[in-house]
């Protein structure tokens, strides 16, 4: 499926697939009390009125699971490398 370029209202800046990439335990995400599983893929994004970027966990239809905040792309990025080893060389720029 092609990544949207609107991902939770914010604009997708980049995205990578988590396929080849190995889910470090580092870290957990819940939605409400439902423990998520591994993320199909992460976008960085960014909303127009708001500071910082996200970094959405996202289903295969790119619908956004959880979400972090950061202040620099490069600090999502490396929230995203400690998350999941190797991702770092999936990014793709929308």
């Given at each position: 499926m092609e990544i949207p370029d609107i991902i939770g209202?914010?604009?997708?800046?980049?995205y990578a697939v988590v396929n080849l990439s190995i889910p470090t335990g580092n870290t957990?995400?819940?939605?409400?009390d439902k423990l998520l599983?591994?993320?199909?893929?992460?976008a960085i994004c960014k909303?127009?009125?708001k500071n910082g970027y996200?970094?959405?966990?996202?289903d295969d239809k790119w619908i956004e699971l959880a979400d972090t905040w950061h202040q620099t792309i490069e600090?999502?990025?490396?929230q995203a490398e400690y998350e999941y080893a190797g991702i770092t060389n999936n990014w793709v720029l929308k």
């Open positions: 209202e914010a604009h997708v800046i980049s957990q995400h819940f939605a409400g599983g591994m993320a199909y893929g992460l909303y127009e009125t996200y970094l959405f966990y996202c600090d999502a990025q490396d």
